[in-house]
T-cell receptor
Framework: QKEVEQNSGPLSVPEGAIASLNCTYS??????FFWYRQYSGKSPELIMS????GDKEDGRFTAQLNKASQYVSLLIRDSQPSDSATYLC?????????????FGQGTILTVHP | GAVVSQHPSRVICKSGTSVKIECRSL??????MFWYRQFPKQSLMLMAT?????????EQGVEKDKFLINHASLTLSTLTVTSAHPEDSSFYIC?????????????FGEGSRLTVL
């Protein structure tokens, strides 16, 4: 059973702080990794995608991937109350068709003013 | 960006009835569509993968005779929940990958919330 595990939440950070979200996956052959943000009652929206080891930065968001450790993380700098949502880590397992994702259970982030 | 539209966004039905949910790609040809289910406070669970013109591939534990998936065209896939029961109440979300300018991108629909009384 392929698994994607996220650090247990909920996570609460003050406005302006860095929020750190972590995810591990079991399938060593996985090639594509995604972070989605989901507001209550809404469908997920893509925040970041990462395919290679190392860091990828996009604005206030930085994704980090370490395939040897089977670990992917998301850092949110200068956190804002509008960042409060559930963050989902998703992995495309090796050998599967593009778009077939396994999601983690999600981490609820609350950014308080 | 490309848009994937789901309809209806909310549906309430009586136990034993069937409900159809549509997933449309509005500005691209969706060669593959995925159907997910999300129960409250849980993550998305893939139900099935649907390729245009062929039978859907269901994930383990998902009843293909209960959740009928049709992907008859490159812009439309439907999920029919047959003989729905209260335990089928959930948030159903489709996603699609496309061709042309949107090759390699994945787009999610807005989701459809089903409540079975």
């Amino acid at each position: 059973q392929k698994e994607v595990e996220q650090n247990s939440g909920p996570l609460s950070v003050p406005e302006g702080a860095i929020a750190s979200l972590n995810c591990t996956y079991s399938d060593r052959g996985s090639q594509s990794f995604f972070w989605y943000r989901q507001y209550s009652g809404k469908s997920p929206e893509l925040i970041m995608s990462i395919y290679s080891n190392g860091d990828k930065e996009d604005g206030r968001f930085t994704a980090q991937l370490n395939k040897a450790s089977q670990y992917v993380s998301l850092l949110i700098r200068d956190s804002q109350p509008s960042d409060s949502a559930t963050y989902l880590c998703a992995v495309q397992e090796g050998g599967t068709s593009y778009g077939k994702l396994t999601f983690g259970q999600g981490t609820i982030l609350t950014v308080h003013p | 960006g490309a848009v994937v539209s789901q309809h209806p966004s909310r549906v309430i039905c009586k136990s034993g009835t069937s409900v159809k949910i549509e997933c449309r790609s509005l500005d691209f040809q969706a060669t593959t569509m995925f159907w997910y289910r999300q129960f409250p406070k849980q993550s998305l669970m893939l139900m099935a993968t649907s390729n245009e013109g062929s039978k859907a591939t269901y994930e383990q534990g998902v009843e293909k005779d209960k959740f009928l998936i049709n992907h008859a065209s490159l812009t439309l896939s439907t999920l029919t929940v047959t003989s729905a029961h209260p335990e089928d109440s959930s948030f159903y979300i489709c996603s699609a990958t496309g061709t042309g300018g949107h090759t390699g991108e994945l787009f999610f629909g807005e989701g459809s919330r089903l409540t079975v009384l």
